[in-house]
């Protein structure tokens, strides 16, 4: 078991998948423990193939990965392989979706249970996983295009897994759609990619391009357009507003699916195919860079004004999100990919956590919670933990990927770019401390609520507990004797890189400006809503345009919505009334009423009477005989 | 040698007639028998033109033969359809079977 048998860790969940999908609803307890089994036995097996990994990195002079392929179409010099490929950022992703799967997994038996779909729930999540691992472990661009759009298919079953909900089906609906847009970029991007290559293979396809086999301009276009499906999938600015609509699924789906994997799927193909990018004119990277930049401020902003617990979430993932294309945008898949790697355990906790206030309560809106941290110590404190990662508290995870971020920025950036990744730093801060705040600290509002609320039961609260590890020592890591000890060649800096190994070093002068500016709105959000929540309501009425401006999201949804129903709508009302009027009443009507209208004339000439036929065959024989003396053939 | 367009011009005027009594009779025994003229007259153009412009080979006397043959057999399907339309409605005018239309 090794590196050649990836393929084992996403064929047992789609097994599961095809087992549950026919024998599910007369299994015991809907099937969920064959779920759990399935997703179990593949994080087990993922660490088979991390030992074999760091086997050949130990032995293997510049290692590039291991896996294997077949033939998929084979036919007189058009060859088509598919494959699995395992190397150092795939195993980061491995990690990240297997053990968040199997926690959430756990997680859902008690969230879910008593459910109308329960087993309906289990099975699609088995096919979640099964497409997220086939698309990190792809070695090909046409099975990584098919397990994305696997995995945005599941997405949109589970936004819309209520479905009896408009609100939810139409959330289902939008993420559908507006990731799409992205995909078929991607789509474009992944054929303009192969016609000039000849092949999938995303090495060779490196290969051919650092070779110089693109012209730089189609290099351009080509990634460009592959990172539009890295925008959509990724709910980077402008295609963002799927991701906080998408909160309407079940919790531990926003969880697994919207926070730690499916959505970092844009980052993860993005990291994969830097060479690529580094490859194209640099104004394709400049243009990751900005609209990561971009998303960072307005989710921030945007975050400080929703009143959803589960919505301010989405907006601080929306933020991380930024984050690790800004760190992409710098060169550094090394910063991207830790960021990504405790992002995944904190953010899933974070979400976890406030699945648990959920379900003790079951109220989302922050202003009917309130003064939790007594009844729910643990899901408060855990959720503590996964804030203050997300704010980068030192010491825990989020400190240290975000400083490598900044860093990676600070060397690769201009100094504007820089600062304004440092202040949002401070909004993160306001808003994740807002949001603890108004959750588990304060006054209760509902006191029905607050008298309800009760901790989450241990099948709930022991995967929060585990998540919280992570979370505490991710940023051990970083250093070389852990990475070490572990097995790895050193820290994480020295394990995935897309250059050179290189050892990890703590900038102090990085480190205290961003404890500063996140401390600073840390301290800024408590004293505002814990110590004089008066002052909030003042500050609100002062700048109500801009508050306004925040909690319509910019109007950014709102124009979408019109672009729709003027543009989109209309253009789609002259082409039904073309379609109407000149397809059917005339191409498709036209020609059946003129079959219709000739036979209704010409049957009058069937007269029934003996000599008019013999008069007509004389006849014809007439004019035939004339025609031939008139026209000399 | 009696000259080829005698024997055409026969073929023709039998023909003709043919015709006319296709055309022009309501009888439906008279019709039938104005068929039998037309083909005759086609069976003379045959024989003409194979005796005058072709003698070694018999083709066009074989296609006379196959034309008698086939006319006796439309003649004889011909009455018996006349005789059932005769025991049917007691008339054998052909202007009155127009059944068999719109």
């Known amino acids: ?633 | 040698m009696i000259p080829i367009n005698d024997f055409l011009v026969l073929g023709t005027i039998l023909f003709s007639i043919g015709m006319y009594g296709v055309l022009a009779r309501r009888n439906a025994v008279l019709v039938l028998m104005g068929v039998e003229l037309m083909l005759q007259g086609v069976s003379i153009n045959f024989i003409t033109f194979a005796a005058y412009l072709d003698p070694t080979n018999a083709t066009g006397v074989i296609f006379a033969i196959f034309v008698i043959v086939v006319a006796a057999a439309e003649a004889g399907l011909g009455l018996a359809i006349i005789l059932r339309l005769f025991r049917n409605r007691q008339t054998a005018n052909v202007d009155e079977a127009d059944l068999m239309k719109w």
């Open chain 1, 1 to 633: 078991m090794g590196m050649e048998q990836a393929w084992l860790l996403p064929a047992i969940p789609l097994a599961a998948f095809v087992f549950l999908l026919i024998a599910g609803p007369w299994l015991p307890r809907r099937g969920d423990w064959v779920a759990i089994a399935a997703i179990g036995a593949s994080f087990i097996l993922f660490f088979p193939i991390l030992l074999d990994l760091q086997d050949a990195v130990k032995h293997t002079e510049g290692f590039v990965g291991g896996g294997k392929s077949w033939d998929w179409i084979s036919y007189e010099g058009f060859n088509i392989k598919l494959g699995f490929f395992v190397d150092q950022i795939t195993i980061v992703m491995l990690i990240v979706v297997s053990s968040v799967a199997l926690l959430v997994q756990i997680y859902s038996v008690a969230y879910m249970r008593g459910d109308a779909r329960y087993g309906w729930y289990f099975t699609v999540m088995c096919l979640f996983v099964a497409s997220m691992l086939t698309l990190v472990l792809a070695d090909n661009l046409l099975l990584m295009y098919a397990a994305w759009e696997g995995v945005g298919f599941c997405s949109f079953l589970l936004i819309g897994f209520w479905w009896e909900r408009r609100s939810a089906a139409e959330a289902a609906k939008k993420a559908f759609i507006t990731t799409r847009i992205g995909d078929v970029g991607f789509l474009i991007g992944i054929i303009l990619l192969y016609r000039e290559a000849g092949t999938f293979n995303i090495q060779e396809i490196i290969h051919f391009a650092q070779a110089g086999g693109y012209s730089s301009t189609y290099l351009a276009i080509a990634v460009l357009f592959l990172f539009m499906g890295a925008v959509g999938k990724s709910g980077q600015f402008p295609l963002h507003v799927w991701l906080p609509d998408a909160m309407e699924g079940p919790t531990p789906v926003s969880a697994l699916i919207h926070a730690a994997t499916m959505v970092v799927a844009g980052v993860y193909m993005v990291a994969r195919m830097l060479p690529l990018f580094e490859e194209a004119p640099a104004v394709v990277l400049d243009i990751v860079t900005i609209l990561g930049l971009i998303t960072v401020w307005l989710s921030a902003t945007m975050g400080l004004a929703a009143t959803d617990i589960k919505r301010v979430i989405a907006y601080s993932t929306l933020n991380s999100l930024g984050l690790m294309f800004v760190a992409l945008g710098s060169h550094s898949v090394t910063a991207a990919m830790l960021y990504l790697f405790v992002h995944g355990f904190f953010k899933a906790m974070l979400f976890l956590g406030s699945g648990a206030v959920i379900h003790a309560t079951e109220k989302q809106d922050v202003s009917e919670l309130g003064s939790l941290r007594d009844k729910m110590p643990i899901t408060s404190l855990t959720f503590a933990l996964g804030a203050g990662a997300m704010i980068g508290i030192i010491p825990l995870s989020g400190f240290w990927a975000k400083d490598e971020v900044l860093v990676s920025t600070h060397h690769a950036q201009n100094i504007f770019c820089y600062i304004a990744l440092l202040a949002s730093l401070a909004v993160t801060g306001v808003y994740m401390t807002r949001l603890y705040v108004l959750t588990f600290l304060s006054t209760p509002k509902d006191h029905h609520v607050y008298d309800h609320a009760h901790e989450a039961e241990p099948l709930m609260s022991v995967p929060l507990i585990i998540l919280a590890i992570p979370t505490l020592i991710g940023g051990l890591f970083v250093f070389h004797f852990f990475g070490k000890a572990l097995g790895f060649p050193g820290g994480f800096t020295e394990f995935v890189y897309s250059v050179e190994p290189e050892k990890f070093k703590f900038h102090v002068d990085v480190a205290v400006l961003s404890t500063a500016l996140a401390g600073g709105g840390l301290i800024l959000a408590y004293y505002l809503w814990e110590v004089r929540p008066a002052l909030v309501d003042r500050i609100r009425t002062t700048f109500k345009p801009i508050a306004i401006l925040l909690e319509r999201r910019y109007f950014i949804d709102d124009f979408y919505q019109f672009i729709i129903n003027r543009v989109i709508l209309g253009l789609s009302a002259v082409i039904a009334w073309f379609d109407r009027t000149v397809v059917n009443d005339t191409g498709v009507d036209g020609t059946a009423g003129l079959g219709w209208f000739a036979g209704r004339e010409l049957r009058l000439t069937e007269t029934g009477k003996l000599p008019n036929y013999a008069l007509a065959i004389a006849g014809g024989v007439v004019v035939i005989a004339i025609l031939f003396l008139v026209l000399e053939v």
